[in-house]
């Protein structure tokens, strides 16, 4: 177990599939954080199954439920429920994806559950928010990412709106749902009246949030964002795009200051004068943006990159995960980690991310075999006998 990591002692527990909900979990587990990862007993977590396998073994769920303690539990029974409840009062946080009205139904909505934890704290993802009148539809991350904005400001303004080529609803509400649960628990340390916490996140939330200049922008000037390829809507530079070199490979050349324009501008022979403010490179950028392209394309990437280096002109290749498997910078930041797999053997990862130099967690296991960690929580987190345990196998409900 990683015991070094700043979140070690931390107890959280997972009424939640899939990706959303468990990863911010697995963020939280990654540093230390104890994670119990509750699953049905027939079929475990549907995500268990998602993507490619190899020898049987799915290898995206080796990643995403790692460092997790995976244990059986059937919460359509009475008895599973009161097990559930158990666990509620042993644990620091709930996370949960379930509908409302199924949690509100089983006594584990936050209300029930601030009953017997007052100091209990659940982040409760759901697809459209627990206070709207669509609490109880279903969602998945792709409608959340269409409903943030993300979708229509993505692609080129002659073609459909694009989703990114990830879970990015599901993604980013993990990664806002484990640091909602960080300020919660900062309240927690920091106020002796603390009451308990419910954070309630819709999938779209976290994208619409990040998009921070769409609602002012419209607000104030009547201007609805829309799609610009690889630039930005919003960019405060003469370059931001994409260009292939004559070798066949893409670079992306982006400049956010005034000096990082002229770098650029040097780049191509252009005069320093006719960027020297806002209103020049504004009025130049198309110009600018073509000979870029011009310029990349007579050259090979290597070539490309050297010369820009030497002129602090900000740009990289596009990456792929082999470029990225065999990148210096990678390699340095130690971004990889390999780690041993019941199934696989040995397997490569990203390491914890973020890093942090005196409490840094580590990943000391993928993820768990259905049911694997039962006889450790039940009997040695919850306290129960040898023969409880039996009696709850024995009647289905782990």
Request: proline fraction near 5%.
């Amino acid at each position: 177990m990683n015991g070094n990591g700043a979140l070690a002692g931390l107890k959280v527990v997972e009424f939640a599939h899939v990706i959303a909900g468990p990863l911010a979990g697995t963020l939280l587990a990654d540093l230390g954080a104890t994670i119990v990862h509750v699953e049905d007993p027939g079929n475990g977590d549907p995500q268990r199954g998602a993507g490619p396998e190899k020898n049987g073994a799915h290898l995206w769920w080796k990643v995403a439920a790692r460092n997790k303690r995976s244990i059986t539990l059937n919460l359509r029974t009475d008895e599973g429920r009161e097990v559930a409840r158990e666990l509620a009062q042993w644990a620091d946080v709930i996370i949960t994806n379930f509908r409302v009205e199924t949690l509100e139904k089983w006594g584990l909505d936050y209300a029930s559950l601030n009953q017997i934890n007052p100091k209990i704290i659940v982040l409760q993802v759901t697809g459209f928010g627990a206070t709207s009148t669509k609490r109880n539809q279903p969602g998945f991350g792709k409608v959340g990412e269409a409903m943030s904005g993300v979708v229509n400001l993505t692609g080129f303004p002659d073609g459909p709106p694009v989703h990114t080529g990830f879970s990015h609803g599901d993604s980013v509400t993990g990664l806002m749902g484990s640091y909602a649960i960080m300020a919660a628990l900062y309240r927690k340390n920091a106020d002796p009246d603390f009451r308990g916490e419910w954070i309630d996140l819709a999938l779209f939330d976290g994208l619409f949030r990040l998009i921070e200049w769409q609602i002012i922008f419209y607000d104030q000037l009547g201007e609805v964002p829309t799609r610009v390829g690889n630039q930005l809507a919003a960019a405060p530079a003469a370059v931001i795009n994409t260009f292939k070199t004559s070798d066949g490979r893409w670079l992306t050349v982006t400049s956010g200051t005034p000096r990082s324009v002229s770098n650029v501008a040097a780049l191509v022979g252009e005069p320093a004068e006719d960027y020297a403010t806002r209103p020049d490179q504004a009025r130049n950028a198309v110009r600018l943006d073509r000979l870029v392209g011009e310029w990349i394309s007579q050259r090979p990437l290597a070539e490309c990159v050297d010369i820009m280096q030497k002129l602090e002109v900000v740009a990289s290749p596009i990456y792929t995960v082999e470029d990225i498997l065999a990148d210096e910078t990678y390699r340095e930041r130690e971004n990889i980690v390999t780690v041993d797999d019941p199934d696989l053997g040995k397997v490569r990862m990203q390491n914890v991310i973020p890093k942090l130099a005196n409490y840094p967690g580590s990943v000391w296991r993928t993820a768990p075999a259905l049911g694997e960690d039962n006889d450790l929580v039940y009997k040695d987190f919850l306290g129960k006998s040898e023969a409880d345990v039996d009696q709850l196998r024995q009647g289905g409900h782990i």
